[in-house]
């Protein structure tokens, strides 16, 4: 028998108090002194065909493709059992969809789920992948699917493959660089109009025409795009690099595309073919590019050009030294969902034939999640340390006050932070936003508690 509301709050709060656990083989997460670390970068493509659902299922499908979606990354070798990093120009992976992706990758890699990082983009115009959602909506026998799953396991296929190929052309590891660049006028806070009591009165969102919005300041950003890149000797074999904003000029029209960000990404890869660069995004739950952005096409070329140029400026503060340690460490979490949210509520939007098509896909998003809170599935938090740099790894869409605090947290260290890892929760406020309202807060799946649960284990993951 199903639990009770009651019995489900309480089986939440409980499934909260999941042990922060360091990664297995690793003695409490200690680095790794290296004496031979090697580097295999893959990537491989996961353009979705004509007629698939994007975002969700709920703006246009597929009619074309402006530019191909990729998923790159790289394994390292020599720190214990291989460790797996990963980015994919997806809007999201969600719940089973993001296992599934973790554990493809740590089968070809010769390791386990644990030492996987995989990270969407998030871009719109791109897939939003849950298992569990596409199950939910495909009962329903009239709804567009949320991700068709041959298309998902042909995605996995093309992973387990390249990241086959990659680990026979793996390359030596002897340097690290770190470094970052300032990104001018593309990132601004999306929740800066306010009312006098500090609740948000109107936001910009990825794109903006009001000029009044768009007049207002940024608002709190990280202006810096920081870059980590591995050598062998003085070649450069992957560069790496985070910047915190949505990554979207203009979506819905059903032309798949890796938006700015990708096309930046992309102009900096054709200009190094040797060098396997990869993009990450950062915590940009409330970040857009909404007050430079009105959404006409010529401002996407804008957009990329001043990304190239946070990427440049980024890769000339490089200054590559040996690379001495390297650790992995991870931190199991497990927030309890929202309290405002029913599950039978949700079943009866979703079924209900007189809702448009978003308000019956997207509670199936919702569902899900509180059947995993119910299930005590938790997400994987994870950082890859080498030498005095931490590579943070953190779920769904979180506030950019997450990735600042863990800055913070390690003044010592060079801390670059990748989101939208594992979908589940939506959107990931800090607990001071959450009564001021605005869309972010208005959809998010956890209880505000998983901020203190988020800090707690960023403590654990940064050391």
């Known amino acids: 028998m199903a639990p009770s509301r009651r019995q489900f709050l309480a089986q939440s709060l409980a499934a909260s108090f999941v042990g922060w656990t360091l990664a297995p083989g690793d003695a409490n997460g200690a680095p790794h ?63 089973d969809a993001h296992i599934a992706w973790r554990t493809a990758l740590a089968e070809a890699a010769g390791t386990t789920p644990e030492r996987v990082a995989v990270q969407c983009v998030h871009q719109h ?64 806070n999306r929740r800066v109009s306010r009312n006098p009591d500090g609740t948000v009165k109107a936001m910009r969102g990825s794109s903006c025409k009001d000029p ?32 915190a904003t949505h990554p979207m000029s203009y979506y819905g ?32 739950g409330n970040i857009s590019a909404g007050k430079y952005n009105d959404g006409s096409h010529p401002v996407r070329a804008e957009l990329t050009e001043k990304m190239y ?33 029913d599950a039978e509520a949700l079943a009866r939007e979703i079924g209900n034939h007189d809702n448009s098509v978003v308000n019956r896909n997207r509670p199936s998003y919702t569902l899900s999640w509180l059947r995993r809170v119910e299930k005590g599935t938790p997400i994987v938090l994870s950082s890859l340390l080498v030498n005095d740099i931490s590579l943070l790894n953190l779920p769904a869409e979180c506030f950019i006050e997450y990735q600042l605090r863990a800055q913070d947290l390690a003044k010592d260290r060079f801390v670059a932070t990748a989101a939208y890892g594992d979908g589940g929760p939506w959107y990931i406020p800090t607990k001071e936003e959450y009564p001021t309202g605005g869309y972010e807060c208005s959809v998010a799946f956890c209880d505000p508690s998983v901020d203190d649960l988020m800090t707690d284990g960023m403590k654990v993951l940064l050391g």
Request: charged share 25%; with cysteine; hydrophobic share 40%.
């Open 253 to 284: 029209d059903g032309m798949v595309t890796s938006d700015f960000a990708g096309l930046a990404r992309k102009k900096r890869q054709a200009e190094e073919p040797d060098c396997t660069h990869i993009y990450f995004t950062g915590c940009a």
């Open 33 to 95: 002194a290296v004496e031979s670390l090697q580097i295999a970068p893959f990537r491989f493509d996961v353009t979705p065909p004509e007629g698939h659902s994007l975002c969700g299922g709920w703006i246009k499908p597929v009619v074309g493709v402006d530019d191909n979606l990729e998923a790159i990354g790289y394994v390292l070798l020599g720190a214990g059992k291989p460790i797996v990093l990963c980015a994919v120009d997806w809007t999201g992976l969600l719940n």
């Open 212 to 243: 009044e919005l768009r007049a207002m300041p940024e608002g709190i950003i990280d202006p810096f795009l920081k870059t980590v890149a591995f050598y062998d000797g003085e070649e450069k074999i992957v560069s790496s690099h985070y910047y």
């Open 125 to 188: 115009n791109a897939p939003f992948a849950c298992l569990n959602s596409e199950a939910i909506v495909e009962a329903q026998g009239d709804l567009p699917h949320i991700v068709e799953r041959d298309y998902f396991q042909e995605c996995l296929a093309r992973g387990r493959a390249a990241v086959t190929e990659g680990l026979k052309k793996a390359r030596t590891v002897t340097h690290v660089a770190h470094g970052q660049g300032e990104v001018k006028e593309v990132a601004s």
């Open 309 to 341: 140029a946070g990427i440049l400026r980024a890769e000339a503060t490089l200054k590559p030294v040996p690379l001495k340690e390297v650790a992995w460490r991870t931190a199991d979490l497990m927030p309890p969902a929202n309290q405002k949210y």
